[in-house]
């Protein structure tokens, strides 16, 4: 994973604490900011740089500087409140919707029975196919072809997975339709891998997420849900918004910071992220978290070079930790099928993505490119998003997710 981290935009730079020390927060950093734009990928972080981008507005009340631009010690500062993890408790539902006590049974037995929507649709059709069928016909295989397709697990996926079965059916001599379905079900399985959870750092007190992906797939809510989910496992999580391009970003991070019980690091709407990320990682030490989340913007294909931005905020971690960030998470939107697995390319190439979280599901027949992602990135599927609600997240498990798309779970 971290070979894999180094060789993204984390280019590595020895830790520097002294020079962190001396660069923090400066308080006369009260001048208009400018987004800085220019090239500096192959420079280390100057940490300076990060000081006189501060923004104009104030740290958050909790976040205190000395003058000196030191953090006042931990005792001073309100310590992050942990959540209570109490076994099976259920998240509250903030969006006051309610889906019914019978429904919120079977989510507990398999998360994707009720929000697999349209995929699942797709899935049933063919595996009435198979039930039916005596013999596996070519109508069976053309079949099967076409459902792969229309649930976006793309053409390479679709053909490989195809090669594969008819290796299968021949070598084992399979006869029915269903055995072809147990077989499907086998090789979709092994497409997604094993489930994989979070890293958490073992060396450093601050395991550090940095969360990635294009415009409106879902990064902010799925922050915030993780970050819930992250409480309720008695974490001590802090949220950093990096996203200071869209106006109303940090708003909305705060809001959801406010629902969930949990602190916000925001600077003002055009703020370098990079000066938010150097606080937010000051306050993470002051305040005794043991997770930050960074948020940050989706913008591509414009002027802003959104690679740099990342680039610059992943230096300024590493200063703090040279293992920083512990994932860099990609959100996926599902309903984008194929584009979004362009898009997801052009992270995985310059970002060093370590995780996936695939969002949407529960509104798309395009589910399938669960399996795109699995095969063709290599990166493992982290977590779910099924829903708008803030306990709309499932840890992604393969053979619940294969098993919900049959109908067997
Ligand atoms: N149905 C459904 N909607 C979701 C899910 N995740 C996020 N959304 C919705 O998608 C929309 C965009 O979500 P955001 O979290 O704002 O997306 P973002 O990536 O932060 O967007 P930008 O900040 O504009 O780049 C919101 O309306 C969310 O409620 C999900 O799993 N299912
Ligand atoms: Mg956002």
């Known amino acids: 994973m971290f070979k894999r981290l180094r060789d993204g935009l984390l280019g590595r730079t020895e830790p520097d604490q002294q020079e962190i020390a001396q660069t923090a927060v400066s308080p006369e950093a009260d001048e208009a900011v400018e987004i800085d734009e220019t ?12 000081g006189e981008a501060l923004p104009i507005e104030p740290p958050p009340a909790a976040l205190t500087t000395s003058a000196s631009g030191v953090p006042e ?20 539902d903030l969006s006051g919707s309610d889906t019914g006590e019978q429904e919120r049974r079977g989510f507990f037995r398999n998360p994707f029975k009720f929000s697999l929507g349209k995929t699942r649709q797709i899935f049933g059709q063919i595996n009435t196919a198979f039930d039916e069928a005596d013999d596996i016909t070519e109508a069976l295989w053309d079949e099967l072809e076409e459902t792969l397709i229309t649930a976006d697990v793309g053409v390479q996926t679709t053909e490989s997975l195809m090669d594969t079965l008819r290796e299968r059916v021949q070598a084992e001599g399979m006869k029915r339709g269903s055995e072809l379905r147990d077989a499907l079900k086998e090789e979709l399985e092994i497409l997604l891998g094993d489930p994989e959870s979070l890293v958490f750092s ?8 940095l969360v990635v992906g294009v415009n409106g797939v879902g990064k902010t809510t799925s922050i915030a849900k993780l970050a819930n989910l992250l409480k309720k496992q008695k974490h001590r999580v802090l949220l950093a918004a990096g996203d200071t391009f869209r106006a109303a970003a940090t708003e909305q991070l705060r809001t959801w ?24 990682m000051q306050a993470a030490q002051a305040r005794g978290a043991d997770v930050l989340i960074v948020d940050t913007a989706g913008r591509l294909h414009t002027k802003y070079n959104l690679m740099e931005e990342l680039k610059k905020i992943v230096r300024v971690l590493q200063k703090y930790d040279p293992e920083a960030p512990h994932e860099v998470l990609l959100i996926v ?17 310059d970002a060093g993505v370590s995780g996936i979280i695939l969002t949407k599901l529960d509104g798309t027949a395009r589910g399938g490119i669960a399996f795109a992602i699995a095969a063709e990135l290599g990166l493992p599927i982290k977590y779910a998003g099924t829903g708008e609600r803030v306990n709309d997240i499932a840890p992604f498990d393969a053979q619940e997710f294969v098993d919900a798309l049959f109908g067997d779970e």
């Open 39 to 50: 090239d500096e990928t192959d420079e280390a972080v100057d940490a300076s740089e990060v």
């Open 73 to 92: 010690p931990a005792t001073t500062l309100p310590e992050l409140e942990a959540g209570d993890a109490s076994p099976g408790d259920d998240i509250a």
């Open 202 to 209: 073992d060396t450093s007190p601050i395991s550090v997420y």
């Open 257 to 280: 910071g406010e629902r969930i019980g949990v602190q916000v690091v925001a600077h003002q709407h055009g703020a370098d992220p990079a000066a938010v990320v150097y606080d937010a």
């Open 333 to 349: 939107d599902a309903t984008t099928g194929q584009n979004g697995f362009i898009q997801a390319k052009q992270f995985v190439k």
